[in-house]
């Protein structure tokens, strides 16, 4: 069995990428669903079907030139560990990591393309990139969509476009999707109207991990619904606009909370730091929502000397396929939060209490 | 008014969702509303909502034994009501009289504008050409200018239409 942590970048180098605004927007990701004409959609095909198209997908994606250096592997011979690894890489999707029989997967070695094959559909093969890249993630997965087309021949019609397993994904079949860090929004309790008004444009807003997910570290996704009847370039410039407007509202609200509320914020982070930093035993929730509030200090250079990617890296490899994956031994809840609480400390000795700012004296700004 | 699921009782539970320019209504008994999950009406998808109203409607044609099937998967209307997915490429065609509403209220428009396999590009835009190309044929012939018409003709013919043109 090959170690998919060995083939996967490490957490450091992992969150040491940078992309444009990427203190507000983490990663860009964009999505596309296609099938196979001839056959039947996995959710409906019977195994043997489903085994066939995974050997008539999986050649022809790991042979086009993005995916030359490749981890390719059938879901059944990965352990349900490194099924959970890899969906907090979000690298699969969790309906992906209760594939068995069937189902395989294809990443390539700079984490930047991801193929699920017979998820909801034969195929789902998603571009990923940090910070704020939507059209670049959506140009990197055209490209590879189109040379996959000329290996594999996709359901297509006239009238409805791509046919995919799922209604909602027809047409188009592209999820364009960004992950928030959205604190200020959170603490200045403006996040339910932003989410409100961006449900309204027809977009959704998810937590961490997708559908039916919670907002664990004011961590939100923002995505479309809609896929048929409008263009792709369409369905990413009217992302793209929304999402500059969250970073101006959350740009704005951390503003706000600074000269309005300044003892709220430094509360937070302070009390975060104090948890974070000196507890003995933590849970993986707990660990996110603070981490939330450290990542927000040292964007508010109240941490200096501290790097955003430390506070990033800490967030993934707290999490329990991670933490898990670092020790030999079979760990109960209990003792990986004696663990994670162990790890916290020691990664957090070198960094110092945060700075005392005081607020602005007013008529500033 | 009538509850529009049950289509007994009066309805008392009216919703409306906007979704872009477009406004969907649906108007509930409070029974149906309750079985149907609305209570808190902003946790609710139309959508949802609507895939079980034509359910009903599948339900009915069962037992008429008029029941639905997919030739090429035989996937059937109530499984798509269980899973919400469809079997297979063909269903789409299959059930597309069931499947016209539905897309209407999940989606932005019903036709597909956007990225096209390439092999098949090329068609698409012919078919397309070919359907603005006749309507002004139609046009031509009922304002009786004939010799624009016979131009339109040889156009269409020389695009392989007539047959092209017929198959979407």
Same mark, same amino acid.
């Given at each position: 069995m090959k170690d998919i942590l060995a083939f996967l970048c490490s957490p450091s180098d992992s969150t040491h990428r940078h992309g444009p605004h990427d203190r507000i927007v983490m990663s860009s990701r964009v999505r596309l669903a296609r099938n196979l004409r001839d056959h039947a959609f996995p959710g409906w095909a019977k195994k043997p079907e489903r085994v066939k198209v995974l050997d008539l997908a999986m050649p022809a994606v790991? @042979?086009?030139?993005?995916?030359?250096?490749?981890?390719?592997?059938?879901?059944?011979?990965?352990?349900?560990?490194?099924k959970q690894l890899l969906v907090e890489r979000h690298l699969i999707s969790r309906e992906h990591a209760a594939k068995n029989v069937g189902s395989g997967l294809v990443i390539n070695r700079?984490?930047?393309? @991801?193929?699920?094959?017979?998820?909801?559909?034969?195929?789902?093969?998603?571009?990923? $990139?940090?910070?704020?890249?939507? $059209?670049?993630a959506w140009q990197a997965i055209d490209k590879l969509d189109s040379a996959l087309e000329k290996k594999l021949s996709f359901a297509f019609d006239n009238e409805l476009g791509y046919l995919t397993a799922c209604p909602t994904n027809l047409g188009t079949g592209i999820r364009v999707s960004a992950m928030l860090h959205l604190p200020g929004l959170v603490l200045n309790e403006q996040i339910n109207p932003i989410i409100? @008004?961006?449900?309204?444009?027809?977009?959704?807003?998810?937590?961490?991990?997708?559908?039916?997910?919670?907002?664990?570290?004011?961590?939100?996704?923002?995505?479309?619904?809609?896929?048929?009847?409008?263009?792709?370039?369409?369905?990413?410039?009217r992302l793209e606009k929304v999402l500059?407007?969250?970073?101006?509202?959350?740009?704005?609200? $951390?503003q706000t909370l600074l000269e309005k509320k300044p003892k709220v914020v430094f509360n937070h982070i302070g009390r975060a730091y104090g948890v974070l930093a000196n507890a003995h035993s933590i849970s993986s929730k707990e660990t996110m929502n603070l981490l939330s509030f450290l990542r927000l200090g040292v964007d508010m250079e109240l941490f200096p000397g501290t790097d955003r990617s430390l506070v990033d890296e800490l967030f993934l490899i707290t999490q329990p396929a991670h933490l898990q994956k670092q020790v030999s031994d079979k760990l109960t809840a209990e003792e990986r939060d004696l663990i994670r609480a162990d790890m916290l400390r020691e990664r957090l000795k070198t960094v110092n209490r945060p700075l005392v700012k005081n607020p602005p004296p007013p008529g500033t700004n | 008014m009538q509850c529009c699921v049950c289509k007994e009782k009066p309805a008392t539970v009216h919703l409306t969702q906007i979704v872009g320019d477009k406004m969907q209504k649906l108007d509930l008994c409070e029974d149906c509303a309750k079985a149907k999950g609305v209570n808190d009406p902003t946790s609710f998808?139309?959508?949802d909502l609507m895939l079980g109203l034509g359910a009903s409607q599948e339900i009915e044609s069962v037992a008429a034994g008029l029941e639905l099937k997919c030739p090429r998967c035989g996937f059937s209307q109530a499984d798509f009501k269980k899973s919400g997915r469809l079997g297979c490429p063909e269903c789409y065609r299959t059930f597309a009289e069931g499947l016209a509403g539905l897309l209407k209220s999940m989606h932005k !428009?019903?036709?597909? =504008? !956007? +990225?096209?396999?390439?092999?098949?590009?090329?068609?698409?835009?012919? =078919?397309?050409? #070919? +359907?603005? #190309?006749? +309507?002004? #044929?139609?046009?031509? =012939?009922?304002?009786e200018n004939y010799e624009a018409a016979a131009a339109l003709r040889d156009e269409i013919k020389l695009l392989g239409g007539g047959t092209a043109a017929k198959s979407r």
């Open positions: 790991c @042979s086009m030139p993005e995916m030359a250096d490749s981890f390719a592997e059938a879901m059944d011979n990965l352990t349900a560990l490194d700079t984490e930047t393309f @991801s193929v699920m094959i017979n998820e909801e559909d034969h195929l789902r093969m998603q571009a990923l $990139r940090p910070g704020f890249q939507t $059209r670049e409100q @008004s961006v449900n309204k444009l027809g977009l959704a807003v998810r937590g961490l991990y997708g559908e039916g997910t919670e907002a664990l570290g004011n961590v939100f996704q923002v995505s479309n619904q809609m896929t048929l009847g409008e263009s792709e370039t369409v369905i990413v410039e500059a407007q969250i970073i101006e509202h959350e740009e704005n609200s $951390r | 998808a139309m959508a !428009g019903t036709r597909h =504008v !956007g +990225k096209a396999p390439e092999a098949l590009r090329q068609s698409r835009d012919t =078919v397309d050409r #070919l +359907k603005t #190309l006749q +309507k002004k #044929l139609t046009k031509a =012939v009922e304002e």
